[in-house]
């Protein structure tokens, strides 16, 4: 079965600090994707990122970064110099190749960022 | 343009009412969502439409109703409704390959059961 664990229920940093959202994810599937959302205050999902079981390459996209790590079945979030715009809850969550279309969420991190 | 769009942003309905939500997608995506979501939790799927046909229900009760018109347009009926019904309602698009499917999220209807 598959399963997503954000165990960071929330964080709170002063602004300019980096932080990390973990995420831990379970599968039987070799082939599965992983994604990162962001919700903030007014609701709606922003899609981040989509990174694929067979591609474990790093990204970064200006200040997020993202480490995926299969040995440990992990996928990280980094935001590095976080802003008050940063502040929302991010939602990590699983695919597997058969039913793609069912997505299993992580129970989220709230994020807040100070200034 | 990854845009999916809803109406209403709020809705509040008493218990006999009659109501629906709905979504637009013009991206060409031929799945489409709709989620419930409490508060600090996170979405939880109803159900899927792929070219237009209902795929997935997640067993939910008879009193919402789903309608995909077309391609672009999802609905979803609303009757008899509880007040722990209450809830964000998310609709999603995606582009319905059977594998890599990033589904897009429109902004959601906040809906009060009175």
């Known amino acids: 079965a598959q399963k997503v664990t954000q165990a960071q229920t929330e964080i709170s940093v002063v602004e300019k600090e980096d932080v990390t959202l973990d995420c831990v994810y379970e599968?039987?599937?070799?082939?599965?994707?992983l994604f990162w959302y962001k919700q903030p205050p007014s609701g709606e999902l922003v899609f981040l990122i989509r990174?694929?079981?067979?591609?474990?390459q790093n990204e970064i996209s200006g200040r997020y970064s993202w480490n995926f790590q299969k040995s440990t079945s992990s996928f990280n979030f980094t935001i590095t110099a976080s802003q008050v715009v940063d502040s929302a809850v991010y939602f990590c969550?699983?695919?597997?190749?058969?039913?793609?279309?069912?997505?299993?969420f992580g129970q989220g991190t709230r994020l807040t960022i100070n200034p | 343009d990854t845009e999916v769009t809803q109406t209403p942003k709020h809705l509040v309905m008493g218990m006999t009412n009659k109501k629906s939500l709905k979504c637009e997608q013009h991206?060409?995506?031929?799945?489409m969502y709709w989620y419930k979501q409490k508060a600090k939790k996170p979405p939880e799927l109803m159900f899927v439409?792929?070219?237009?046909?209902?795929?997935i229900n997640e067993s939910v009760p008879s009193r919402f109703s789903p309608e995909c018109p077309n391609s672009s347009l999802l609905n979803l009926h609303l009757h008899a409704l509880q007040p722990e019904d209450s809830a964000l309602y998310l609709c999603?698009?995606?582009?319905?390959?059977?594998?890599?499917?990033?589904?897009?999220f429109g902004p959601g209807t906040r809906l009060l059961v009175l």
């Open positions: 990174r694929n079981s067979f591609d474990e």
């Open positions: 439409y792929s070219y237009e046909k209902l795929s």
């Open positions: 999603a698009s995606s582009q319905s390959r059977g594998f890599e499917e990033t589904q897009y």
């Open positions: 599968t039987r599937d070799t082939t599965y994707y």
């Open positions: 991206m060409g995506h031929r799945a």
């Open positions: 969550a699983l695919s597997e190749a058969e039913g793609a279309q069912k997505l299993v």
